[in-house]
């Protein structure tokens, strides 16, 4: 089984500053997709960035980038120009690639413990 | 709009009562998940349904059943034997096959028993 792991359970930024969140995760797959997912105080989960263990280049999304090392199993998320509104748990996440020629894939996803980022005015 | 639709926010029980937490989809997924959210805890994966009529018990399946009668809906329920049900319960759906499907989350239940 597949284990995310994510250090540093709470997080303080200024407005405007940059903040990294790490995690690490543990599998023998070679095709694989990881995620960061926020969970703001209304608790709906919203996806943030998704990133393709096969693509080497880093995903980004506007303010929000990754620093993806396959080799180290390392999926760090950089929020920079923080806003308020970033103020949120934030989820790191692994899915297997679904099966080729299977039905079945497995779309299911294993989650970190979360980051609780707190971006203060 | 499309979406998933946890009902209800909030739920109240006494111990050693059954309790059903329903959720629906018009995505039309195939793949229908239940985790289960502690502080400290992340989400942890309950029981999953890539079809209709057929499930599979996720990494903390105990005290817990579901049923998958339509697409739409893959009701939860918490059951007795649950040793430590008050939680937060979150539904998700993507769709299943080859491809890459983001998973769509609804708003949760908070699920309390006393």
């Known amino acids: 089984a597949q284990t995310v792991t994510q250090s540093q359970p709470e997080m303080s930024v200024q407005e405007a500053e940059t903040v990294t969140l790490s995690c690490t995760y543990d599998?023998?797959?070679?095709?694989?997709?990881l995620f960061w997912y926020k969970q703001p105080p209304s608790r709906q989960m919203i996806l943030v960035i998704r990133?393709?263990?096969?693509?080497?280049q880093n995903a980004t999304e506007n303010r929000f980038s990754v620093n993806f090392q396959k080799a180290a199993k390392s999926f760090s998320l950089k929020i920079s120009d923080s806003q308020l509104g970033d103020t949120a748990m934030y989820f790191c996440?692994?899915?297997?690639?679904?099966?080729?020629?299977?039905?079945?894939?497995?779309?299911?996803?294993?989650f970190g413990k979360g980051n609780q980022v707190v971006v203060i005015p | 709009d499309g979406g998933i639709t946890q009902s209800p926010k909030y739920l109240f029980r006494k111990e050693g009562q059954n309790v059903t937490l329903s959720c629906e989809q018009n995505?039309?997924?195939?793949?229908m998940y239940w985790y289960r959210q502690d502080p400290g805890q992340g989400l942890r994966l309950i029981y999953y349904s890539q079809i209709v009529n057929d499930f599979q018990k996720g990494d903390i399946a105990e005290g817990y059943s579901v049923s998958r009668e339509k697409k739409e809906s893959f009701p939860l329920t918490v059951t007795s034997a649950q040793k430590n049900p008050t939680a937060f319960y979150l539904c998700a759906s993507n769709s299943a096959g080859t491809g890459f499907s983001p998973l769509h989350f609804g708003n949760g239940t908070r699920l309390t028993v006393t």
């Open positions: 995505l039309n997924h195939d793949a």
């Open positions: 599998t023998s797959e070679n095709n694989y997709y």
């Open positions: 990133q393709e263990a096969y693509k080497q």
């Open positions: 996440a692994f899915m297997k690639h679904p099966a080729r020629f299977s039905y079945y894939g497995n779309n299911r996803l294993a």
